[in-house]
């Protein structure tokens, strides 16, 4: 019987022994899981930096296109305004 026990006694220190490094095992994977939740965290908000980059920079690639924009419209104002009144004095009494 005491062979017996001291076998039992062998294999539970085993099985204690396999358990706790299984437990160690478990716990680097759960700091290596939470490490990547906060890189995941980190790109979501390098994301939102990354767009609203973009967003200015577009807004500053479009800044010359409306000046353009603004100088041909008061070109083409300029010239029909002239043309309409050079039309009306010459109907008025010019």
């Known amino acids: 019987m005491e062979e017996c026990d001291v076998q ?3 294999r539970l220190t ?3 022994a396999s358990c ?3 437990h160690k095992r478990i ?3 759960e700091e290596i899981v939470e490490n990547i939740r906060n890189i995941v965290e980190e790109i979501k908000y390098m994301r939102e930096d990354l ?4 967003n200015k920079v577009n807004d500053l690639e479009s800044k010359p296109a409306k000046h ?3 100088l041909i419209t008061a070109i083409i104002s ?3 305004s002239g043309t309409i009144g050079f039309i009306i004095s010459k109907f008025i009494g010019g």
């Open 14 to 16: 085993a099985v204690e």
């Open 78 to 80: 300029a010239g029909a």
């Open 27 to 29: 716990d680097k994977q």
């Open 68 to 70: 353009w924009d603004l």
């Open 20 to 22: 706790k490094s299984a």
């Open 51 to 54: 767009n609203a980059i973009s």
């Open 8 to 10: 039992v006694r062998e």
